[in-house]
């Protein structure tokens, strides 16, 4: 008694206050369960569509086009599909759509029901929504992985298309590697973004939060925002690069013209070879382990640059390169363009296709690192994911907002009621 008897959507709302999916599944043993669909400010060009209506109501951003497109043409096809086949569900969808982008229905409509069926499959399994999310990878993937609490990457001073301030640079993260629990790690992540606002508020600056919950002030420099960092560590008797190591997102695709990455708060145009030394320079003078997006999506020869300079000393990250796509992230194993991949499942549409993207990295030695989007909700699902997958590291926001710490506080949980579930700790040694 685990079929699918419906499948109803509405219109709610994300974390800046943009309409997005909510959708629920119904079986025929009476249980449901409701998914709630992400969405992202700096997306990349080759993400798959998120439909929305136009036209003047909620500034265009309405998805009522992709509701209907869920209840008059994906609920049809899905009625009597057992919900436990997640990867016939998914396959079914991606070809009912039928495009390269899931434009037709609207990945965001594909997604809510996607996450919506993984749901409702753990709930007729009887298992913990991370337990079944590792028995649906070794379905799909016939490999099967070891589950873990990962390291979470707090993103704790806000720049770039995620705040009002100058600072070029998207997330300046902190990471507790040193930390020997999820918990612990929590603490002192909580304790250093106190302690950082006790700084900012000596120095007059704002204290204001962008839209992952870091602080967003105005500062002269990528290097103030990383040494105010540094001390707010330091104030709690914890050691930067040994207890607390530090990550990048530059989202560089947002700042790249005419060739060229223009740092307007440091009034810098630096082409892909000086900003590659730029950011090695940082690398050298600060214990970053970790850079994001440090080039932008399509500029090949400054990622190849890039990865041959740091690749054996730094996790490069492509988001905007690899979109969580199969295909795109081929090209970048078979070119050498970083070494890990961003997971954002409403970039690719459909949970089967996000398992695969991480098998595939697995299978090459990349690292993964389960992200939320700016745009998100209280569904803590990447959690569940994040533990399920084993990938060893989660990047959703400051803890600050009911948005990202809803992810944090679902993680706590799953460690209490998991004594013995290994924390990945400094996946970097």
Known sequence: MSNIQSIQAIQVFDSRGSPT??????????????????????????????????????????????????????????????????????????????????????ANAILGVSLAVLGAGAKVSEQPLYKYINNVFHEINSVKLDMQLPVPMLNIINGGEHADNNIDIQEFMIMPVGATSFSQGMQWSVEIYGGLKKLLQQRNL??????????????????????LIIEAIESNNLKPGLDVSLALDCAATEFYENNLYSLKGEALKLTSPEFSKYLESLSSSYPIVSIEDGM??????????????????????????????????????????????????????????????????????????????????????????????????IKTGAPCRSDRVAKYNRLLWIEAKNKNLKFAGNVFS
């Open 296 to 393: 932008d999506e399509s500029d090949y020869k400054g990622w190849k640059t890039l990865t041959d300079a740091l690749g054996s000393k730094c996790q490069l990250v492509g988001d905007d390169l690899f979109v969580t796509n199969v295909a795109e992230l081929q090209k970048g194993i078979d070119e050498s363009l970083g070494n890990s991949i961003l997971i954002k499942f409403n970039q690719i549409g459909t949970i089967t296709e996000t398992m695969q993207t991480i098998h595939l990295a697995n299978e090459h030695h990349f690292s993964s690192v389960i992200s939320h989007r700016s745009g998100e909700t209280e569904d803590s699902i990447i959690a569940d994911l994040c533990v399920g997958l084993g990938t060893g590291q």
């Open 206 to 227: 704002s204290t204001g939060v962008g839209d992952e919950g870091g602080f967003a002030p105005n500062l002269q420099s990528h290097e103030e925002a990383i040494e």
């Open 21 to 106: 999916i909510s959708c629920e599944i119904h079986l025929n043993n009476g249980s449901s369960f409701i998914s709630m669909v992400p969405s992202g400010a700096s997306t990349g060009s080759r993400e798959a569509l998120e439909l929305r209506d136009g036209g003047k109501d909620y500034m265009g951003k309405g998805v009522m086009n992709a509701i209907d497109n869920i209840h008059n043409l994906i609920a049809p096809a899905l009625i009597g599909f057992d919900v436990r086949d997640q990867q016939s569900i998914d396959e079914k969808m991606i070809a009912l759509d039928g495009s390269i982008t899931k434009s037709n229905f609207g």
